[in-house]
T-cell receptor, first 115, second 113 residues
Framework: NAGVTQTPKFRVLKTGQSMTLLCAQDMNHEYMYWYRQDPGMGLRLIHY???????AKGEVPDGYNVSRLKKQNFLLGLESAAPSQTSVYFCASSYLRGFPNYGYTFGSGTRLTVV | GESVGLHLPTLSVQEGDNSIINCAYSNSASDYFIWYKQESGKGPQFIIDIRSNMDKRQGQRVTVLLNKTVKHLSLQIAATQPGDSAVYFC????????????FGKGTLLTVNP
C-alpha cells in the first residue's frame, strides 16, 4: 500500500522552463490537493480537486495549472517557471470529510529549485 | 482571509520533559483542528485532531487542548523523546462541506538528550 506518491522528488529548472509534477494515490480518495511549503510560511493550498475531472483554485494558484483526468492522479503544471516558485511541493489526498483527520494523507514532497 | 498562527517558532526541551506547543487561530467559525508532525525531508504526518465541540482529546503521549474563548489550541507531548524532534503544525478547517485545511507556520521542537 503506497499511499500518496509524488514524482519527481527533486528538480532544478531554469527560469521559463515548464514541468509537470505527478501525484498518485492508491486509496481511492475523492479529494486531492497540491500545497507548497516555504520557510516560515507553513503549507499553502495551490489547487485542489473534489473528484475526477474537477479542479479548483486554492490560496495561491497563480502560475500553476492542474488536471485530474483519472481519480488516482493529480498533476501540477508550471508553464513558465519563475524563481518565486522555488519551494517544496506536497500533494495530499483525503476521503470525504469525516472525523478523525478528514482522512488526509500527504506525499513525501517534491523539492523544486528555479534558477 | 483569516489564518492560523503559532506563538513560538522554536522550542527546545530536555528528553523526558513534557512539551507544550501552542497555536492561535483567528477564525471563530473553524470547526475542526488537526496537529501534524513533519520530520526533515518528509511530508506532514497526522498526530491528533479535535472538534470545536470538544475541549480536550488524548492520544498516546499526546493531548490536544482547545480553548474557544481565546481561540487557542495546544499540543502537549508527555515524556518527550528524541524521536519527537520535528516541526509541528496546527491546521484548521471550517468543517461541514469545507474540507480545505489552513495551516499555521509551524514550531520546531528540538529534544536534547
Amino acid at each position: 500500500n503506497a499511499g500518496v506518491t509524488q514524482t519527481p522528488k527533486f528538480r532544478v529548472l531554469k527560469t521559463g522552463q515548464s514541468m509537470t509534477l505527478l501525484c498518485a494515490q492508491d486509496m481511492n480518495h475523492e479529494y486531492m490537493y497540491w500545497y507548497r511549503q516555504d520557510p516560515g510560511m507553513g503549507l499553502r493550498l495551490i489547487h485542489y480537486s473534489v473528484g475526477e475531472g474537477t479542479t479548483a483554485k486554492g490560496e495561491v494558484p497563480d502560475g500553476y495549472n492542474v488536471s485530474r483526468l483519472k481519480k488516482q492522479n493529480f498533476l501540477l503544471g508550471l508553464e513558465s517557471a519563475a524563481p518565486s516558485q522555488t519551494s517544496v511541493y506536497f500533494c495530499a489526498s483525503s476521503y470525504l470529510r469525516g472525523f478523525p483527520n478528514y482522512g488526509y494523507t500527504f506525499g513525501s514532497g517534491t523539492r523544486l529549485t528555479v534558477v | 482571509g483569516e489564518s492560523v498562527g503559532l506563538h513560538l517558532p522554536t522550542l527546545s526541551v530536555q528528553e523526558g520533559d513534557n512539551s507544550i506547543i501552542n497555536c492561535a487561530y483567528s477564525n471563530s467559525a473553524s470547526d475542526y483542528f488537526i496537529w501534524y508532525k513533519q520530520e526533515s525531508g518528509k511530508g506532514p504526518q497526522f498526530i491528533i485532531d479535535i472538534r470545536s465541540n470538544m475541549d480536550k482529546r488524548q492520544g498516546q503521549r499526546v493531548t490536544v487542548l482547545l480553548n474557544k474563548t481565546v481561540k487557542h489550541l495546544s499540543l502537549q507531548i508527555a515524556a518527550t523523546q528524541p524521536g519527537d524532534s520535528a516541526v509541528y503544525f496546527c491546521a484548521e478547517t471550517l468543517g461541514g462541506s469545507n474540507y480545505k485545511l489552513t495551516f499555521g507556520k509551524g514550531t520546531l521542537l528540538t529534544v536534547n538528550p
